[in-house]
C-alpha cells in the first residue's frame, strides 16, 4: 500500500480530478438562444472587412458649411461623409446647443450680449508648422457675424470663437502664418466704425452715402491655440482674399481689393479697368505697435488700430475683381483670377521685392505705391471666363477653377517648377470638366509649403439634375480628379449640403494619431455622488447627474414651477462611439454627451405636470426605456417635503 | 555547493511566486458592438480586473454581473495559498522530508481552486437577474476552459500566464519528488532511461 502512494500516483489522480472538473465546465451545456442559433448558420462576420473605409482613406476633408454654419468632414478617396462639425450654428445632433452655458457663451456677442446662432463659414485653415499641416486645429471664419473659431482636431469640436472688434461683421479672407502665430482676417464689407477709428485714419465716412472704409484684422494664437486681438490696419479699401506668405514670401500679408472703386452697389464696383493687389510688411505693423501710432476703441480697448499710412504697403494693378488669391509652394508665384475677366496674373514676389528696391512705381493711390505691373508679372494668362480660386500640386502645376466655363485648368508654372513638369510654363496642360460651376477647388496640402498633391476635389456650386431631383433647392456637388494622370480622371462625385466655399485636405496621418475616443472630464467628477439641491433664494434647482446605458441617475426630480433648471450630466462611459442625449419633453432643451463627457444645461420649469427626458441617441437595446421625469409642482403648492432626495 | 534539487527548487519557488504578478485566468467576450476590441475579465490571485463595467452593461440582457460575489478574505487567502506553495518548495530544498508535502499541495491547490472556479461559473450563469430582459433564457454553466456561445456574443474562458508559472512550478517540484523517491528506492533501470 505504501509503494502505491508514491507521488506519480498522486499527481495522475489529481491530473484526472483536474480534467474532470474541466471537463464537467465544457460537458455541462450552456442553453443555446434557438433562434440565434438558426441565424449563425449563414452568419458572415461582416460584410466588408471591418475598418475598411477607416483603412483605405488617404486624406480628411475639412470643408466649410457656407450657410451651414460649420464645417464638413469627409474622406478621400471614398468621398464618405463623416461628420458636420458645429460651429457658430447650433445643431442638436452633433452636441452643439445654447442650452449649455459653456456653448452659449462662446455664441454670445461679447458687446451686446445678444446670442448669435446665424453664421456663413468660408475658408478653413488648418494650423500650420513650418508651412506644413501639423493637424492640432481648424480654424474657420464667418463672414456674416465676423468671428473666427477654433476646432480642436483630437476631439473634431470647436473650443474657442473669436469676434472681430470695431466691425458689424463682413469679413472674408482668412489665413493662418507658417508657424500658426499669426491669423489674417480681411474685412470685406466696408464699415461706417468708430470715430476714433475714423479719425486716426483721417478719412470721414458719412454712414448713410460712403464711401466707407475697412482693413485687415491680425489675431495672435498662442501655442494652446487661443486667439487673441494682435492688431486691426484700417484703410480706405476694402479687403477681399488673405494670404501670409512664406518660403520667398515670408513676412508679408498679401491681400486683395475687388473694390478700388469704392462703391456701394455691383455695377460700379467693376468700372474700373483692374484691381489691386496689396502687400503688407509684417514687420512694419509690429513697428507701428511698438511705436505706439495706435488708437483704441471703448468696445475694444485691447485692440490697437493702426493706421494703413504708418505701415509699409505696396500695391499693384491685377485683373478686375479679382477672388482667387494663391501662393505656389515655395512662396514665389502669386496667382491672382479676375473674376470678372478671363485673365489671371502670375505675380513673382521676388520681381516684387526687386521692384520695391528699385522704386519701380507708376504711381500712388492713397498714399500707397503703385509697383509696375510690368515689372513684377511672370505671366497674364487669359484661360477662361469666370476664374476663381486656385491651388497648386506637387509637381508644379496649378489649377484654376472656372465658374462659367465650368472647369479647371491645369497650367504648369514657370521657373523653378519648370525642373518639375518639364513643360512650356503658363500653357493649359489638363481641363477638368465639372458639373457645375466651379467655386473653390483643393489639392491636398494645396496652399502650404509642400502640397501632397494626387487629387483635386472641385466644389462646385451649382448640380443642376446631377443628383436626384428634390425640390427646388438642389444640394452641391464635390467632385475628385485623380491627377497623377493625364487627362485627369473623374474617381467620384458625393452630393454634399450647402454650401462649401473653401476645403483644407490633410493626410490621415496627422489626424488619427491623435484622434479621442472619449472626453477625461468625467474623471474628476467620478467621485461625486448623484444629487439634486434646492436653492430657496436663487429660485434654482441643481441636479447632478450620471448618465449610462441606460439609466440616467436619478431618473426623477421635482421642480416648483418658474424655477431655473440646471442639470449637469457626467457621462460614466468609456466604450467607443457610446454617446448619449438629452431631450425634454415639450422644452426647448437637448444636450448631447461623448463618452466621458461632463455637459450642462439649463431651463426654466414653465408648465406644471410632467415632463419625461429621455436619450436621443439609439445607445443599447434598452434606449427608449432610458428616460426620467422632471415633475413640475405649481409654486403655491410646493412643500420642502416634495424635494427630491436621493435613495428615497 | 548546492545540488541540482536545492538549484531547480529555488527556481520553482520564484516561479510560483512570480505567478502572483500575472492573471490566473481570462475571460475574453467578443460581441458585434465591440468589432474594435475583446472585453477581457482577468483574475489575479490578489484582484479581479479588466472591463468589468462594460462587461455587466452586455451583461445586464442576460442577467449576469460580474464579479461574482466572493466569500470575505478571498483574494487574501488565495494570495497566501499560492506564496504558501512557493515557502514550501523553498523549505524542500533544505528539508527533503518536505519534498512531498510541498509536491502534493500545490496540485491539492490546483484541484481546489479548479473546483471552486467552475463552482464559480456555474453560479455566476446559474443566479441570472430575476428581471433580466431575457427571461427565457435558461440558467446555463459557462465552461473553466472553453468557450461560451450566446447568441452572437462569444466568450473564451482560458488560464493565464499566472496559472502556466504555478503549475510549471508544481510539474518541477512532483519532477524533484518522483526523482528523489526513484534515487531513495535505487531502480537504475529507470534512473537510466530517464538520464
Redesign the interface.
Known sequence: MKGWF???A??AL??G??VG??A???L??????AP?SQV?AF?KP?PMP??YWAKTDEFYVFASGGQQGGLYVYGVPSMKYLSEIPVFVPDQAWGWTPEDPEIRKMMTNPWTGQLVTRGDTHHPALSKTKGVYDGRWAFINDKMQGRVARVDLATFRTSQIYWVPNISGGIHGHHIAPDSRLIVVNIEHEQSPDPVIQRHIGIQVDPFKGPYVAGINGIRVADDGKMSNAWQVWGPWQYDMARIGWGKSDGWIITTSYNTERATSAVPMFAREQDYLYFWNIASIEKALADKKVVTTAQAPDMPVISWKDVEVYMTPIPLNPHGLDISPTGKYILTSGKATTLIAAVDFEKVLQAIKDRKFVGEEFNIKILDQNAVRSATMDLGMGPTHIEFDDQGYAYVGFFVDSDIKKVPLGEPYTQLHKREPWKVADVLPAHFSVGHLVVPGGDTAQPYGKYVISMNKLTKDTFLPHGPLRTENHELFNIRETPAKLVDQMALGPETHYSQVIPVSLITPRSQTAYKEARALASEKPRVEYDYNAKEVRVFMTV??SFFTPEVFNVPQGWKVKVRMVS?E???DMTHGFALDGYNVVASLDPGEVREVEWTAEKPGVNWFYCIWFC???HMEMRGRMIVVPSQEWAPQMETKLGS | MMRRRQVVLLVTAVLIWVSLAFPYWTAAMKAPA???QFLTLQLYSYKYDGDV??WN?VG??VGVRVPPPLPDGFFTFFSLAVGLAGLLALAAAFQERLL?PA??YP??L??AL??WG?YS??EY?HSLDPLR??RY??????????V?????IVTYHVPNLGSALFVAGAALV?LQ??RA?HNSHRRPVLEAALA
Open positions: 508514491t507521488p506519480v498522486v499527481a489529481f491530473l480530478l483536474l472538473t474541466l464537467v465546465g465544457l455541462l451545456p450552456a442553453t443555446p438562444l440565434v449563425q452568419q461582416y471591418h475598418q449610462v446605458r460614466q468609456t466604450a467607443l443599447s437595446e434598452l | 465591440y468589432p474594435e463595467d462594460e452593461r445586464r440582457l512531498l509536491a502534493l496540485l491539492l490546483l484541484l479548479a473546483a467552475q461559473l456555474y450563469g430582459p431575457l433564457l435558461e440558467p446555463f454553466t459557462p465552461p473553466l476552459v472553453g461560451l456561445t450566446l447568441g452572437k512532483n519528488a518522483w523517491r
